[in-house]
């Protein structure tokens, strides 16, 4: 059956970073348009970025952008988010998510699979 299992949250001070990873297993990795998504405590889960099937393109969250960065390894089955200047407001669990050939990036709804999440914690 089809696994995305993501790792690398933790806790972290503003100003730091981290680097989630999610890996999949189960399927055939480079045909997914691959995302990650966020959900705050009380809050929606929220669009964080994207990265095409072919990784030729990517797509951040205003929010995001400028400090985050998506990739993908397909040779590894792996997608990856590199957050930078993290701010407590990025506090959240991550979770990444694949789309069959997928070209509508935004909403979550359109996604096939999804990971169980990872904690991100940042302190100000």
């Known amino acids: 059956q089809v696994q995305l299992v993501e790792s690398g949250g933790g806790l972290v001070q503003a100003g730091g970073s981290l680097r989630l990873s999610c890996a999949g297993s189960g399927l055939t990795f480079r045909r997914y348009s691959m995302a990650w998504f966020r959900q705050a405590p009380g809050k929606e889960r929220d669009f964080v970025a994207a990265i095409t099937w072919s990784g030729g393109t990517t797509y951040y969250a205003d929010s995001v952008k400028g400090r985050f960065t998506i990739s993908r390894d397909n040779a590894k089955n792996t997608v990856y988010l590199q957050m930078n200047s993290l701010k407590p407001e990025d506090t959240a669990i991550y979770y990444c998510?694949?789309?069959?050939?997928?070209?509508?990036?935004?909403?979550?709804?359109?996604?096939?699979?999804w990971g169980q999440g990872t904690q991100v914690t940042v302190s100000s």
């Open positions: 998510a694949a789309q069959y050939y997928g070209d509508r990036y935004y909403n979550g709804r359109e996604y096939d699979y």
